[in-house]
């Protein structure tokens, strides 16, 4: 059974930094595209950033938004993604979620941005 | 980027009606490699988005056939014939052809 289970939310002041994990099973990581999608009060999605394999030369991509500010990585020998969050603005509260490749999503972790 | 307009908003049906959902792009979604790279997901009341449809057409492994999805360049429709109580939820299409990707607004299937 494939599962993705995020975490590290919580509640930040404006400017701070954040890392969300997750963590992975069920499928060949290795090999996997990881993506990060978030999901704003207001319900609309937004997707963030992806990482591909090592075949890939470990590529990444960010929305224009986020680029300088978020940083994605992984770890294929823990089979897991994560999102490193500096600068956190108020616009940024959202539930976030890792996704393989779109195919399977965890179950999300929230993010709020609040002084 | 990529501006993915649903319509309607939100749909009210009877169970076993069929609903169509529509979903039109600002540039086409045909990818240079031949292929459109469009998905359409599901939201169920909390939980998380479940894929539904990818390429357009091709549906994910489990979901039932009564989900048929159409289209092609910019425009394109997730229809469900004979909808059932747990296709209730919001239901967003989604595409991946152009960076960034980018998700549709969401059309609210709800019971009449």
């Known amino acids: 059974e494939v599962q993705l289970v995020e975490t590290g939310g919580g509640l930040v002041q404006p400017g701070n930094s954040l890392k969300l994990s997750c963590a992975t099973s069920g499928f060949t990581f290795s090999t996997a595209w990881m993506n990060w999608i978030r999901q704003t009060p207001g319900k609309r999605l937004e997707w963030l950033a992806q990482?591909?394999?090592?075949?890939?030369?470990?590529?990444?991509s960010y929305l224009e938004s986020v680029k300088g500010r978020f940083t994605i990585s992984r770890d294929d020998s823990k089979s897991s993604v994560y999102l490193q969050m500096n600068n956190l603005k108020e616009e940024d509260t959202a539930i976030y979620y890792c996704?393989?490749?779109?195919?399977?999503w965890g179950q999300g972790v929230m993010v709020t941005v609040s002084s | 980027d990529v501006v993915l307009t649903q319509t309607p908003v939100s749909l009210s049906v009877t169970l076993g009606d069929q609903a169509s959902i529509s979903c039109r792009s600002s540039q086409s979604l045909v990818y240079s490699d031949g292929n459109t790279y469009l998905k359409w997901y599901l939201q169920k009341p909390g939980q998380s988005p479940q894929l539904l449809i990818y390429?357009?057409?091709n549906r994910f492994s489990g979901v039932p056939d009564r989900f048929i999805g159409s289209g092609s360049g910019t425009d394109f429709t997730l229809k469900i014939s004979r909808v059932e109580p747990e296709d209730l939820g919001v239901y967003y299409c989604f595409q991946a052809t152009h960076d960034p990707p980018t998700f549709g607004g969401g059309t609210k299937l709800e019971l009449k």
């Open positions: 390429e357009v057409s």
């Open positions: 990482i591909e394999d090592k075949s890939n030369n470990y590529f990444i």
């Open positions: 996704t393989w490749a779109g195919l399977y």
